[in-house]
């Protein structure tokens, strides 16, 4: 079992920066997929970065691309989620999410169904005023 928890959001100007934290706790042993998703008011849930803990090339949705950098501390279980430059439309409720890597088919941890990561963190709010 893996335990996710997330921390840095909050309400900050259009043009402005934030740096989520997710930090993981349990069983991590093992290469996991690891991504941040977001989920506005009435929309779905939409993954925004993702990264290999094995190494390798993040991915970004457009959305967020050249905005947002996904980096980790695998020594010390830990994900990060630089906003730079943010925008009202990343307002929403930010998680963190992992899957393992038996559980990906081989896919790229962009390619994984939402529905297939295993773990998640209770959500951070990011409010962004225009």
Same mark, same amino acid.
């Not at 093992?30 to 290999?52: H, N, T």
């Not at 439309?89 to 081989?106: K, L, P």
């Given at each position: 079992q893996v335990h996710l928890v997330e921390s840095g959001g909050g309400s900050v100007q259009a043009g402005g920066s934030l740096r989520l934290t997710c930090t993981a706790s349990g069983y991590t042993v093992g290469s996991f997929c690891m991504a941040w998703f977001r989920q506005a008011p009435g929309k779905e849930r939409e993954g925004v970065a993702y990264i290999w803990t094995g190494g390798g090339s993040p991915h970004y949705a457009d959305s967020v691309?050249?905005?947002?950098?996904? !980096?980790q501390n695998n020594a010390e279980n830990t994900l990060?989620?630089?906003m730079n430059s943010l925008k009202a439309e990343d307002t929403?409720?930010?998680y963190c999410a992992a899957v !393992?890597?038996?559980s990906t088919g081989g896919l790229g941890c962009s390619s994984v169904a939402t529905s297939t990561y295993a773990y998640w963190g209770q959500g951070t709010q990011v409010t962004v005023s225009s």
């Amino acid at each position: 079992q893996v335990h996710l928890v997330e921390s840095g959001g909050g309400s900050v100007q259009a043009g402005g920066s934030l740096r989520l934290t997710c930090t993981a706790s349990g069983y991590t042993v093992g290469s996991f997929c690891m991504a941040w998703f977001r989920q506005a008011p009435g929309k779905e849930r939409e993954g925004v970065a993702y990264i290999w803990t094995g190494g390798g090339s993040p991915h970004y949705a457009d959305s967020v691309k050249g905005r947002f950098t996904i !980096s980790q501390n695998n020594a010390e279980n830990t994900l990060y989620l630089q906003m730079n430059s943010l925008k009202a439309e990343d307002t929403a409720i930010y998680y963190c999410a992992a899957v !393992s890597a038996r559980s990906t088919g081989g896919l790229g941890c962009s390619s994984v169904a939402t529905s297939t990561y295993a773990y998640w963190g209770q959500g951070t709010q990011v409010t962004v005023s225009s």
